[in-house]
């Protein structure tokens, strides 16, 4: 049936849910939080998040206040939700009124959410984020002697989770990583009763000095490997496909596109697919980029345009492509990290682009269903 839609985004919940399972056994008995921001990573925060809590998943992390309200809202009371960028100060009562954990950055944000806590007469739960040396977000080593020294503050809050981020996670044998993590060892000894985190995916591979008692999984959940991981691969949980628009048969030298910053280098046939940079498949994919008919590679030719981009299907057997047939983009043949490559950026970018034009295909239990 075509009903139109020129993309389609196929987001595997069966594979979501085995990535899960993967980094909950690698790092147990420290247990797997998710992060949920950025919309899940761009596969939809409401449709993975009960996935992971499905898998039995309790902390769950976001950026934004407001991410963390509607995951509150497709999650119901039995989570915890930590708002990574912190607590906006003025935000206190919509933070308390939604049950959400500030990680609190700095000091002025623990003076805001202490004063909260004394004013409502409730002691409410909050995170620390210590930067013990990305140079990114956080209070300093110095700030962590303070605030453990003030009974007052601890007394009237609810310190339930110390926090830290790594610079190097993805190389393996960076010096830096043993630096921070020392740091952190430093800090959490001043909180002996609070639970700590550092590691995000990358990080949960280093060794179980690092898992805590918390990790904080991302980009593996999703299916993204990152530099280096020969130990541990995500199963893929995204296939992007394209329709074909149109077909044509040209002659050789005949320019492609804006600007015909490509030709033909022979007499073939081109497929103009219904997928382009509004729908975050990369510009810089111009000339470079490919489109997958099974295991028959397609080029792209010419620039990557809005709304299309034109393959050489010169390759395949007349006839076995036709004007409304489906072609991967990202698939077996083409995975996330090799687009990423081709395109110069990280899978995590090329995730968090996908854009809401697609039609949104999800698996569950191997069965398909639209959304
Ligand atoms: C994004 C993020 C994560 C998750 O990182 P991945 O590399 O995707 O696993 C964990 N912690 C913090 C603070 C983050 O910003």
New binding site residues.
């Given amino acids: 049936m075509n009903d139109g839609a020129s993309g389609r985004l196929y987001i595997d919940l069966d594979a979501l849910r085995a990535n899960y399972r993967a980094v909950q056994a690698q790092v147990a008995p420290a247990l797997c939080g998710a992060?949920v921001?950025a919309d899940g990573?761009g596969l939809g925060a409401d449709v993975v998040a009960p996935i992971f809590a499905e898998e039995g998943c309790r902390d769950f992390?976001v950026?934004h206040q407001s991410e963390a309200i509607a995951l509150r809202k497709s999650l119901g009371a039995d989570v915890r939700i930590f708002v990574?960028n912190g607590l906006p100060i003025g935000s206190e009562a919509v933070f308390a009124s939604n049950a959400l954990i500030p990680v609190l950055n700095s000091a002025d944000q623990v003076k805001a959410w202490a004063g909260h806590c004394q004013t409502t007469g409730s002691r409410l739960p909050c995170a620390l984020?210590f930067d013990t040396g990305m140079t990114r977000l956080g209070l300093s080593l110095e700030d962590a002697a303070q605030i453990a020294g003030r009974t007052d503050l601890r007394a009237q809050m609810d310190l339930c989770l110390l926090?830290s981020?790594l610079a190097c996670?993805d190389e393996g044998d960076n010096p830096t990583n043993a630096l921070q993590v020392a740091n952190f060892r430093a800090i959490t000894a001043l909180f002996p009763d609070v639970p700590a985190s550092l590691s995000?995916?990358?990080a949960t591979l280093l060794g179980d000095q690092f898992h805590h008692q918390i990790v904080?999984?991302?980009?593996?959940l999703y299916g993204?490997i990152?530099n280096g991981n020969p130990l541990m691969a995500p199963r893929p949980v995204v296939r992007l496909q394209a329709r074909i628009l149109q077909i044509r048969a040209v002659e050789g030298g005949v320019g492609v596109g804006y600007g015909l910053t490509q030709r033909t280098s022979r007499p073939t046939r081109l497929a103009t697919l219904g997928v382009g940079y509004a729908d975050g498949w990369p510009r810089a994919l111009s000339g470079k980029g490919s489109a997958w008919a099974g295991d028959t590679r397609l080029p792209m030719i010419g620039r990557v345009s809005m709304d299309s981009i034109t393959v050489d299907i010169g390759d395949t057997a007349d006839g076995e492509l036709r004007e409304g047939d489906w072609v991967d983009l990202i698939g077996p043949a083409y995975d996330i990290e090799a687009v990423a490559a081709d395109a110069g950026t990280i899978s995590?970018e090329l995730l968090t682009q996908l854009g809401a034009r697609y039609r949104r295909v999800l698996i569950r239990g191997g069965e398909e269903t639209s959304v």
């Fill in positions: 992060v921001k990573y992390f950026t990574l984020q926090i981020h996670a995000n995916s990358a904080r999984a991302g980009i593996f993204g990152f995590y």
